[in-house]
Structures are given as C-alpha cells and as structure tokens.
C-alpha cells in the first residue's frame, strides 16, 4: 500500500466515524430532551440505541490503528 492510498484510507474510516459520532451526538440529545420533559422511559430506549453506533466507531478506529501499524512496520 503506497502513503497515498494509506491516507485516503484512514481519512476515511476517520470520516466514517465522525460520522457515527455525530449522529450518537443527536441520539444522546434528544435523550436528554426527553429526560427533560419527565419521559424517563423513552430517554432510556433512545440511548440504547447508540450501541450499534458505537461499535462501528470502536471497529472504524481499530481499523485505522491497525493499518497505521502495519504500515509502521
């Protein structure tokens, strides 16, 4: 893999976790709101719903780290 194809790589598997965050972001707020607004239940069930999000961002950054270190090496 050339320096070139490495960096657009990670710029995107850094981009697509961004990505993900930023919609845990809106998730996490709008959980907020609804705890807010005495709706404890529906807050819970929202925040829930981040778990698949967060394990595409851990599995995105742990990509990157790998390639990072195979090229390193």
């Known amino acids: 893999m050339d320096k070139a194809l ?4 990670l710029q995107a598997f850094l981009g697509e976790a961004q ?3 930023d919609e845990i972001v809106q998730i996490i ?4 709101d609804h ?5 404890t ?3 819970v069930h929202l925040a829930l719903g981040i778990d698949g999000l967060l394990y595409e961002v851990r599995t995105l950054v742990n990509a990157s ?3 990072n270190r195979l090229w390193s090496a």
């Open 29 to 32: 707020s709008a959980a907020e």
């Open 35 to 39: 705890s807010e607004n005495g709706q």
């Open 65 to 67: 780290s790998l390639i």
């Open 19 to 21: 990505t993900r965050l």
């Open 6 to 9: 490495l960096d657009r790589t």
């Open 41 to 43: 239940e529906d807050a």
